[in-house]
C-alpha cells in the first residue's frame, strides 16, 4: 500500500470516528463531552472546547472544554468580534492562530495555560452560527486543511448537539416560568366559582398568554388576562414582568383604566418593542358589579341566566407600549346578575388563518351559557377547536352565584 492510500485510510478513520453513530445515542451534553475528546485525540491537540450563542444575550459563553475545562467553570463569555473565538463567529470563517499572543485572544486562561497555536471553526444550525469550536496546542503548530475540514465535521455534529442541549434548557426554563406565573389553583373566593385554562400552541409550553386572579385589600377582586406577542422564553419573561407590575399598581389604584394606564408607561420604558393586550376587571364585593378596562384585549362574554350571552360593549383603547403615550384609558361599569357568568380569554381562541374574528366571536357565543365554570371551560375548549391550538389559549371563567 502506497503513502497516498495509507494517508487516505488514516482520513477516513478519523473521520469516521467523529461520525459514529454511536455519538447520536449520547444526552446532548455527553454528546458534546465526547466529542470533544475525540477531536482533541484526532487533532493531537492539548485543549479542545465549544462556546455556544446565548440567544438573550447573543454572547459566545463557555458550554463545553477538555483539557480547559477551568473556561466553563469561571463562566467565560464574550461578545460576538471580540478576540479570537468572536472572530470566528463574526467572520463565520475558520480561524488559524500558529503563534498566540494576548493581543490576539481575550480569555486570559488561554495565555496561563500556554496556548500557543489555535484553530476554530463556526458551528452552524440551520445556516446559523451558533457557535465555535476551537482547539489548541502547548506547542507551535501548523494546522493542515485536513485539520480545518476534520474540525468543521466535528462542528456540524456539535451544532445538531448544541440545539438539542439549548431547546431543554429553553423548555426547562420555561415550564419552570409557567409553575411559577400561571397560578396553580385558583383561589377560593366568596359568592363566585372559577376556573381557567391554558394551551399552548407551539412546543415550548409556554407563551406571554396569562391569567389572573387576586382579592384586593377593599375586597374587590381582581381578574386580569392578557397576552404578549411572540412565544417561547422571551415572550414569557416580559409576561412575568408585566404581571407582577399589574398587581402592585392594582394596589396603587382601584381605577382599572388607570391601573392600565401606569403598566402602559412601564411596558413602553421597560419592554420597549413588545406588544401586549390585557383586559383587567374589578368584581365589587358584593359581586354584583363588573369595572373593566381593555387595553386593545378581545372582549369578555356576558351571560345570564334569562339573557343570551354577549360580548361586552367595551372602548377599543390602545394595546399596551404602542400609540399615544398619553391617550386616555377608559373604565366600562358592567352589571353581573345572580348566576351569571363573565368569560375572558385570549385571542388565540377566536382568531383563525382562514376566517374573520367575528365568526370565532360568534361561535363563542352560541356555546356559552349558564353553567359550572370547569363545564364552561370544557365546552368552550372544545367547541372551539383549541384542544390543538396553533396559537397560545388562555381562559377565564368567572360565575357569581345565583
Known amino acids: 500500500m502506497d503513502v497516498e492510500s495509507m494517508e487516505s485510510d488514516e482520513r477516513l478513520r478519523r473521520l469516521e470516528a467523529v461520525t459514529d453513530a454511536t455519538l447520536s ?26 462556546l455556544l450563542i446565548d440567544a438573550h444575550s447573543r454572547q459566545l459563553v463557555a458550554t463545553a472544554a477538555n483539557g480547559l475545562e477551568e473556561e466553563v467553570r469561571r463562566g467565560f463569555r464574550l461578545d460576538v468580534g471580540r478576540g479570537f473565538a468572536g472572530r470566528v463567529a463574526a ?17 486570559p486562561i ?3 495555560m500556554g496556548i500557543r ?3 476554530g471553526v463556526p458551528v452552524f444550525a440551520a445556516g446559523e452560527v451558533v457557535g ?11 494546522f493542515t486543511s485536513d485539520d480545518v475540514q476534520l474540525l468543521q465535521l466535528a462542528a456540524d455534529r456539535a451544532g445538531v448537539a448544541g440545539q438539542i442541549r439549548n431547546q431543554k434548557l429553553e423548555r426547562a426554563t420555561t415550564l419552570a416560568l409557567q409553575r411559577s406565573l400561571l397560578p396553580a389553583t385558583l383561589p377560593e373566593v366568596p359568592g363566585v366559582d372559577l376556573a381557567a385554562r391554558y394551551v399552548p400552541g407551539h412546543a415550548f409550553g409556554l ?13 374587590w377582586l ?27 399598581y392594582a394596589l396603587v389604584s382601584e381605577e382599572p383604566a388607570e391601573v392600565l394606564t401606569l403598566l402602559d408607561r412601564k411596558v413602553r420604558h421597560f419592554e420597549a418593542g413588545s406588544l401586549t393586550t390585557a383586559l383587567y376587571a374589578m368584581l365589587s364585593p358584593d359581586r354584583r358589579t363588573i369595572l373593566v378596562s381593555s387595553a386593545g384585549h378581545p372582549p369578555p362574554v356576558i ?26 384609558r377608559r373604565t366600562t361599569r358592567l352589571d353581573l346578575p345572580p348566576g351569571a357568568v363573565l368569560v375572558c380569554y385570549t385571542d388565540g381562541l377566536v382568531e383563525r388563518r382562514d376566517q374573520e374574528i367575528d365568526v370565532g366571536f360568534r361561535l363563542l357565543t352560541e356555546v356559552i351559557r349558564p353553567a359550572d365554570p370547569e363545564t364552561i371551560c370544557a365546552t368552550v375548549m372544545s367547541a372551539a377547536g383549541a384542544d390543538e391550538p396553533t396559537d397560545d389559549v388562555a381562559l377565564l371563567v368567572v360565575r357569581r352565584h345565583g
Open 222 to 248: 381582581g381578574l386580569v388576562i392578557g397576552d404578549v406577542s411572540g412565544h417561547g422564553l422571551a415572550s414569557a419573561v416580559v409576561m412575568g414582568r408585566i404581571r407582577s407590575a399589574l398587581r402592585a
Open 91 to 107: 467572520t463565520r470563517q475558520p480561524v488559524v492562530l500558529p503563534d498566540v499572543t494576548p493581543a490576539d485572544v481575550v480569555n
Open 207 to 219: 407563551g406571554g398568554d396569562w391569567y389572573d386572579v387576586f382579592t384586593l385589600p377593599s375586597g
Open 25 to 50: 445515542r449520547l444526552d446532548a451534553s455527553d454528546l458534546l463531552d465526547e466529542l470533544l475528546d475525540r477531536v482533541r485525540d484526532l487533532l493531537g491537540a492539548d485543549t479542545a472546547a465549544i
Open 132 to 142: 465555535v469550536l476551537h482547539v489548541g496546542t502547548l506547542s507551535p503548530r501548523a
Open 110 to 112: 488561554l495565555i496561563e
Open 303 to 328: 351571560a345570564a341566566p334569562t339573557v343570551p350571552a354577549t360580548l361586552a360593549a367595551l372602548p377599543a383603547d390602545p394595546p399596551l407600549g404602542v400609540g399615544t403615550p398619553k391617550a386616555e
Open 117 to 119: 497555536s489555535l484553530l
